[in-house]
């Protein structure tokens, strides 16, 4: 398998402007996460998803960000509009739930500066 | 208080050594514990998971879970300077009305001296 791919790899913004980011979960994972990782506060979860249906979004920091999943191979995070604070790595990750397992497995990030 | 903990270091072993990384969390519910190796500028990476008490062994890894103290930790047998990185412990409180509450620590940082 390919594993969890996102893309861009990196992204350099103005403020003010509208960024996308996007994720393929490994196939057949049921389930997505997407986390943003900072020096300061180190690995934060935004939002996962269960079947493409949003379970628990009170990590999103604001209404500036939004996340969707039209279907099981595809997930989108946007940040509308972007400032200098939402500077960070974000990655997507994607697990399979089983009876006595639930590992995560991470994509390669996507580094985003706004400037 | 974090729901997980762990000491952010940086610890220092010397080639051949034993790297011992400890995080403790605080809800009891806790049923998955994980930790994930992450190299600089780079994704996590999984490499243990433990779901009972006791010890789980994988090659040079050792991971322990004491679920009463509620603490969890890896052990490194032999470290190589190619260990130097961040661990990242994770727990999971899998509830079943809510799904998944997923929390990672801050990690610890690991460097292994030649």
């Known amino acids: 398998d390919a594993g969890v791919i996102q893309s861009p790899r990196h992204e350099v913004t103005e403020m003010g402007q509208e960024v996308t980011l996007r994720c393929k979960p490994i196939s057949g994972h049921d389930y997505l996460f997407w986390y943003r990782q900072t020096m300061m506060r180190g690995l934060e979860l935004l939002i996962y998803f269960n079947n493409n249906v949003p379970i628990d979004d009170s990590g999103m920091p604001e209404d500036r960000f939004s996340a969707k999943m039209p279907n099981a191979s595809f997930s989108t995070l946007k940040i509308q509009p972007s400032e200098p604070r939402d500077s960070a790595v974000y990655f997507c990750?994607?697990?399979?739930?089983?009876?006595?397992?639930?590992?995560?497995?991470f994509g390669p990030g996507t580094r985003l500066t706004v400037l | 208080q974090k729901e997980v903990e762990q000491n952010s270091g940086p610890l220092s072993v010397p080639e051949g050594a034993i790297a011992s990384l400890n995080c403790t969390y605080s809800?009891?519910?806790?049923?998955?514990f994980f930790w994930y190796r992450q190299y600089s500028g780079k994704s996590p990476e999984l490499i243990m998971s433990?779901?009972?008490?006791g010890d789980k062994e994988d090659g040079r890894f050792t991971a322990q879970l004491n679920k009463a103290s509620q603490y969890v930790s890896l052990l490194i047998r032999d470290s190589q300077p190619s260990d130097s990185a961040t661990y990242l412990c994770?727990?999971?409180?899998?509830?079943?009305?809510?799904?998944?509450?997923?929390?990672f620590g801050t990690g610890t940082s690991l460097t292994v001296i030649p």
């Open positions: 990750a994607s697990s399979l739930w089983t009876s006595g397992s639930d590992e995560q497995f």
């Open positions: 994770a727990v999971n409180n899998f509830v079943t009305n809510t799904g998944n509450q997923f929390y």
């Open positions: 433990i779901y009972s008490n």
């Open positions: 809800d009891r519910v806790s049923q998955s």
